[in-house]
């Protein structure tokens, strides 16, 4: 993206990119673009059905977090793409964490969360599987804005004191400590899509 830039003449400081030349930040750098006149445009890297190929290949946690958060799941292939990752054995507790508290999933470790066909029986039916065994992998990154996991653990805590949970508590989960490094957003997330922002001159 520097390379696009400096071929515009765009000499304003970019946001940064990661060694994987992706931004560390896609919002960022559509804000970027939008602020110094430079031609940008969404690139489409994986939608609909093909989002759940793609997640057989690319486990970067940092998209699988940004995805748990973004995603529809009004959508059949949103609720396909969260019990895929939270299946997947390089699925992270900050992933597990953020499906927890974005679905409002901890809320349901009651009497409601007792219908089998639901999506809330289903990921707490993973979650607490996995975390008797202790299974979901450590992932070295600080928390997204939008996941407060001490919230959430207090909340798990006291609904396990009001009435016995349908559930096991994820003792493991709890126990969890957040990362050290930046979380990265390198794509924008639109409901089932995952995009690119590509920098250029583009002809209709």
Same mark, same amino acid.
């Given at each position: 993206?520097?390379? %696009?830039?400096?071929?515009?003449?765009?000499?304003?400081?970019?946001?940064?990119?990661?060694?994987?030349?992706?931004?560390?930040?896609?919002?960022?750098?559509?804000?970027?673009?939008?602020?110094?006149?430079?031609? =940008?445009?969404?690139? #489409?890297?994986?939608?609909?059905? #093909?989002?759940?190929? =793609?997640?057989?290949?690319?486990?970067?946690?940092?998209? =699988?977090?940004?995805?748990?958060?973004?995603?529809?799941?009004?959508?059949?292939?949103?609720?396909?793409?969260?019990?895929?990752?939270?299946?997947?054995?390089?699925?992270?507790?900050?992933?597990?964490?953020?499906?927890?508290?974005?679905?409002?999933? /901890?809320?349901?470790?009651? #009497?409601?969360?007792?219908?089998?066909?639901?999506?809330?029986? %289903?990921?707490?039916?993973?979650?607490?599987?996995?975390?008797?065994?202790?299974?979901?992998?450590?992932?070295?990154?600080?928390?997204?804005?939008?996941?407060?996991?001490?919230?959430?653990?207090?909340?798990?805590?006291?609904?396990?004191?009001?009435?016995?949970?349908?559930?096991?508590?994820?003792?493991?989960?709890?126990?969890?400590? /957040?990362?050290? %490094?930046?979380?990265?957003?390198?794509?924008?997330?639109?409901?089932?899509?995952?995009? %690119?922002?590509?920098?250029?001159?583009?002809?209709?």
């Amino acid at each position: 993206m520097r390379e %696009k830039l400096q071929a515009l003449g765009i000499d304003v400081p970019s946001p940064p990119v990661g060694a994987d030349g992706l931004p560390d930040d896609a919002h960022a750098w559509m804000m970027f673009c939008m602020e110094n006149a430079v031609p =940008w445009r969404f690139e #489409d890297v994986a939608s609909g059905e #093909d989002l759940l190929l =793609w997640l057989d290949f690319n486990t970067d946690q940092n998209v =699988w977090a940004d995805l748990v958060l973004g995603m529809n799941y009004d959508l059949e292939v949103c609720e396909k793409a969260l019990l895929q990752m939270l299946r997947h054995p390089e699925c992270s507790q900050l992933v597990a964490i953020a499906a927890l508290q974005h679905t409002h999933a /901890e809320l349901y470790f009651g #009497d409601k969360a007792s219908e089998p066909r639901g999506l809330m029986y %289903k990921i707490l039916s993973i979650i607490t599987e996995r975390d008797a065994k202790n299974d979901f992998q450590v992932a070295d990154m600080l928390d997204p804005g939008e996941v407060d996991r001490w919230e959430l653990f207090d909340t798990l805590e006291e609904r396990a004191k009001i009435a016995a949970p349908y559930f096991p508590l994820p003792v493991n989960l709890m126990q969890s400590e /957040e990362g050290t %490094k930046k979380f990265r957003r390198p794509y924008v997330i639109e409901e089932s899509a995952i995009y %690119k922002v590509t920098v250029g001159n583009f002809t209709a």
